[in-house]
């Protein structure tokens, strides 16, 4: 079955950096294109980032904008979020996503057919 897994999650102070990847299974991969959401508590889930199915075109939060990137490898079947300049805002659940139709910019989460079950971030202030 699909199966997304992320790692890379933790604990960071406020202005440092992590990075999370996502591991698939049991998809074709380089078929779907992939975006990064992020829910923290009493919040809705919001999308952070996206990425086209082959890497070329990339989609930002404006609020994530300029601070995080996302990039893929499709030989590897991972998709990563580089998250530099983190703020305590940033604190949330992160959860990657698969979306065999779109191109990497939608926002609505009903379009992704498959999601991770999410990686914990925490900044500090």
């Known amino acids: 079955q699909v199966q997304l897994l992320e790692s890379g999650g933790g604990l960071v102070q406020a202005g440092g950096s992590l990075r999370l990847s996502c591991a698939a299974s049991?998809?074709?991969?380089?078929?779907?294109?992939m975006g990064w959401f992020r829910q923290s508590p009493g919040k809705e889930r919001e999308f952070v980032g996206g990425?086209?199915?082959?890497?070329?075109?990339?989609y930002y939060a404006d609020s994530v904008k300029g601070r995080f990137t996302v990039s893929r490898d499709n030989a590897k079947n991972t998709v990563a979020l580089q998250m530099d300049s983190l703020k305590p805002e940033d604190t949330a659940a992160y959860f990657c996503?698969?979306?065999?139709?779109?191109?990497?910019?939608?926002?609505?989460?009903?379009?992704?057919?498959?999601w991770g079950q999410g990686t914990q971030v925490t900044v500090s202030s």
């Open positions: 996503a698969a979306d065999r139709g779109g191109g990497g910019d939608t926002q609505q989460q009903i379009a992704y057919e498959y």
């Open positions: 049991g998809l074709t991969f380089s078929r779907y294109a």
């Open positions: 990425i086209s199915r082959s890497g070329n075109n990339k």
